[in-house]
């Protein structure tokens, strides 16, 4: 079994324990993202699936095992997803169908490109430690200007790193308010 595993985010830069069996590919589905997840564990505002949020662009990579619960496994020790929440780990294959919008237009993309299984990162918005908020433009803008030293570091570079074609609603914010704009190196625009 083939199985791929698609990225917005972190991913790009830090895998950590995912084995990846190839580089990032671009032209992975569009999906709607926004950077709405406070982290748990580092000081980042991150991207999250926001149904209802601009489309973006996502990459691709192929991962190095052939068995779809060591898949799951890999991303949910990356992301440090509790067990107790499975369905942030999302799966779509022949035998997983979709179970929502965003999982219909990850496995229109999976069958269209020939791909046995994918899964990805369904971590929902995160605002104020209730999981499901979607935080406000002023809510968001007002987070990241009140980090200081380490923290503003993290939470800028979180962003920056981010490709600049992932182009959601708060970012043009952020950008026009802070000045954080895409770093140059964080530009994937071909296959590794």
Known sequence: MKIAVLAWGSLLWKPGPLKL?????????RVPLEFARVSEDTP???????????????????????????ARAMLQAREKITPARPDWVG???????AGDAIAATIDAWRRAHGI???VWTALPARFCQQ????????EVLHWLATRTGDQRAAAEHYI??????????YRRLIEARLGWRALREAHVTRML
């Open 131 to 138: 999981d499901g908020r979607m935080p406000s433009a002023h």
């Open 160 to 169: 920056r790193r981010t490709p600049a074609h992932i182009d959601t609603r």
């Open 44 to 70: 980042e505002l991150a991207l999250a699936l926001c149904p209802g949020a601009r489309l973006c662009p996502t990459y691709w990579a192929w991962l190095d095992t052939a068995d779809l619960e060591a």
């Open 21 to 29: 069996a190839s580089g990032w590919h671009p032209a992975g589905p």
């Open 91 to 97: 799966t779509v294959s022949a035998a997983i169908p």
């Open 116 to 118: 046995d299984a994918v």
